[in-house]
């Protein structure tokens, strides 16, 4: 799911660290970034509630930038940061 554990849709997945720099690789699209994409689609669309599929969903697409890769190595320690602070 896009949500987080209090409901709220999240704007944007990232793929960081090791798994993150095979995402962001040109050479590994067809076989990494496209397919990860692929099965993002089809989860939305059969798992997400209208508001979710709206906001990640355009003309039935993916928008873009909504799952991304990082080269930042702290982006895993970024993310669980702003989880932490969402409980603040």
């Known amino acids: 799911s896009v949500q987080n554990a209090h ?5 944007r997945v990232v793929v960081g660290q090791r798994l993150g720099q095979f995402f962001l690789d040109p050479r590994l699209e067809s076989c990494f970034a496209s ?16 508001a979710v599929r ?6 039935g ?21 702003a989880l932490a602070l969402e409980d603040v």
């Open 7 to 11: 409901g709220v849709c999240l704007e």
């Open 35 to 50: 397919p990860a994409r692929a099965a993002l689609l089809v989860q939305l669309r059969a798992r997400t509630s209208a």
């Open 54 to 59: 709206e906001l990640w969903l355009s003309d």
């Open 61 to 81: 697409a993916l928008c873009p930038g909504r799952l991304v890769g990082s080269a930042l190595r702290a982006a895993p320690a970024l993310g669980a940061l």
